[in-house]
């Protein structure tokens, strides 16, 4: 498939063979909300005493974070975490730590930053375990929220937006490790949609 087509045929083996991308968010678009939020995270942490730290979680989240910190106009520092989560039910699921953070955040300003919320199950675990160094603040931003499934116990503090329950690819999301290049958000769906 090119990275220009606005809609494509998913050619690979597996479940959603035959399926469509659909182009739901542009590169404009998504540009447009990163630099938004980019402006009311920095306003909201500009009175940290020290720069704020900023907390992707790998692998999807490489380019939103990468825009979103390039965007801000106070200064930060990045880390990343990595896990990997087991859903038994929509509810219900095991979170196993991959990676770890190297910073030290105890009395720092730390920002999460997810690249979609489903379930919720990866950002509850990743704040309790973040909560649990006593950071200054703690706070998370996700560039897209399943709002409608999700069983999250506290919302994200900021939502690039909020999108059905459709499976999206690019802007660092994959499908089997593929489409993650790809410059605008696509959701898999049935060839007639
Ligand atoms: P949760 O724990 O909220 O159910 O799931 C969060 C993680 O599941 C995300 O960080 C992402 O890795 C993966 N995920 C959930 N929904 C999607 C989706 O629609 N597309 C892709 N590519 N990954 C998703």
Same mark, same amino acid.
């Given at each position: ?17 035959? =399926?469509? #991308? ?12 990163? =630099?938004? #939020? ?58 196993? #730590? ?12 730390? #920002? ?82």
């Amino acid at each position: 498939m090119t990275k220009s087509n606005k809609s494509l045929i998913i050619d690979h083996e597996g479940p959603f063979k035959g =399926k469509k #991308l659909k182009c739901i968010f542009t590169e404009e678009q998504i540009q447009k909300r990163v =630099k938004e #939020l980019a402006l009311e995270i920095s306003q909201d942490l500009k009175n940290a005493k020290q720069p704020p730290i900023l907390i992707g979680v790998l692998n999807g989240s490489l380019f939103f974070m990468a825009d979103l910190m390039r965007a801000m106009n106070i200064e930060s520092e990045m880390d990343f975490i990595k896990i990997s989560s087991y859903h038994h039910t929509s509810s219900t699921g095991t979170v196993r #730590l991959v990676k770890d953070i190297s910073a030290q955040i105890t009395d720092r300003d730390v #920002l999460i930053v997810e690249d979609i919320v489903d379930t919720g199950l990866s950002i509850n675990f990743l704040r309790n375990r973040m909560q649990s160094n006593s950071p200054h603040s703690l706070s998370v931003v996700t560039f897209l929220y399943k709002k409608e499934i999700s069983q999250l116990k506290k919302e994200p503090e900021y939502i690039g937006f909020v999108i059905p329950n459709y499976y999206v690819v690019g802007y660092g999301l994959d499908l089997d490790q593929k489409y993650r290049t790809l410059r605008g958000i696509y959701a898999i769906v049935d060839e007639k949609e």
